[in-house]
């Protein structure tokens, strides 16, 4: 399986001046669930704001300009280098906007945690997508605690439901949330 996840505001921002515009630990929580033991593919930048490893996954880096080692650690030159090097591991393609728009062609399913504020003077967006080729679940919507609602919304792209046998009502999506 391949997926992008992120979290977007309503204006469609995913970064501001080099860092992700909020801090929302709930939201984290999802991604750690969600990519421990598989693969996180993140461009430079992303892994540059990180700024180290993400432990029990492993990391690859997709960069002409710099390398990047340590365990679980490693450095790539493209997507479908990374997607190589993942073998059959699943893969969550975690930013920035060039991977993902590269990436939405190939992503089975997008994890996208919808955040209820607009951005002024954001500089990184997510890229535009077409809802029609995909079945949209929306989850739950969470945050009143912190003061930034949050909804998580899995898009699943229709072909790879209908080619893996999956049925396309997606009354019960539990067992594809793991």
């Not at 033991?37 to 880096?61: A, H, Q, S």
């Not at 906007?97 to 990184?124: F, K, M, S």
């Not at 046998?165 to 793991?178: A, E």
Request: glycine letters at 10%; proline letters at 3%.
């Amino acid at each position: 399986m391949i997926a992008l996840i992120v979290a977007r505001s309503k204006n469609n921002v995913i970064g501001k001046n080099g860092k992700i515009p909020w801090n929302i630990p709930g939201e984290r929580e999802q991604f750690k669930k969600l990519t421990t033991g598989n693969v996180v593919v993140m461009g430079r930048r992303t892994y540059e704001e990180i700024g180290f490893p993400l432990p029990d996954r492993v990391n690859l880096v997709v960069s002409k300009t710099r390398k990047f080692q340590g365990e679980h650690l490693f450095t790539v030159s493209s997507l479908s280098e990374a997607i190589q090097k993942a073998g059959d591991r699943d893969i969550y393609i975690a930013g920035g906007y060039q991977l993902y728009l590269e990436g939405l062609p190939l992503a089975d399913r997008l994890y996208i945690t919808e955040v209820d504020v607009e951005i002024e003077g954001g500089d990184t967006f997510f890229p535009e997508f077409s809802q029609e080729a995909y079945e949209k679940e929306v989850g739950e919507t969470l945050g009143e605690e912190t003061g930034i609602r949050y909804t998580r919304v899995i898009w699943y792209r229709k072909d790879f439901l209908t080619e893996s046998g999956i049925c396309c009502t997606l009354k019960n999506v539990d067992n594809l949330n793991q």
